[in-house]
């Protein structure tokens, strides 16, 4: 089992920044989790925002890219995403997202992959 714990969102003005964090409690090897964060704006389907794989490599959805940066920490069993240039769609619930991958490698990166979710953490971005 894997507890996800995200903590970091808030309101911010168009053009602003944010950093959500999340903490993964396991008691296993942290680097075997592919790591990613998805988002869900009300009326929405929840949609992957970005990826990180256990050897840190790393993808995003193309309307994040350039403006969005994941990162991990395998030795703190962390995963950030370093949000700037917010636009108001960005506005969701984020939620940290995980499932076991052979040596952590992200292969697969839809929804119903990610078996352990974290609570949510919301983000406003006003015009």
């Known amino acids: 089992q894997v507890r996800l714990v995200e903590s970091g969102g808030g309101s911010v003005q168009a053009g602003g920044s944010l950093r959500l964090s999340c903490v993964a409690v396991?008691?296993?090897?942290?680097?075997?989790?592919?790591m990613a964060w998805f988002r869900q704006s009300p009326g929405k389907e929840r949609e992957w925002v970005a990826a990180?794989?256990?050897?840190?490599?790393?993808t995003y959805d193309d309307s994040v890219k350039g403006r969005f940066t994941i990162s991990r920490d395998n030795a703190e069993d962390t995963l950030d995403l370093q949000m700037n240039t917010l636009k108001p769609e960005d506005t969701a619930m984020y939620y940290c997202?995980?499932?076991?991958?052979?040596?952590?490698?992200?292969?697969?990166?839809?929804?119903?992959?990610?078996?352990?979710w974290g609570q949510g953490t919301q983000v406003t971005v006003s015009s």
């Open positions: 997202a995980a499932y076991w991958a052979f040596r952590g490698v992200c292969q697969a990166l839809g929804r119903n992959d990610f078996n352990y």
């Open positions: 990180i794989s256990g050897d840190y490599s790393r």
């Open positions: 396991s008691g296993y090897t942290y680097n075997s989790l592919c």
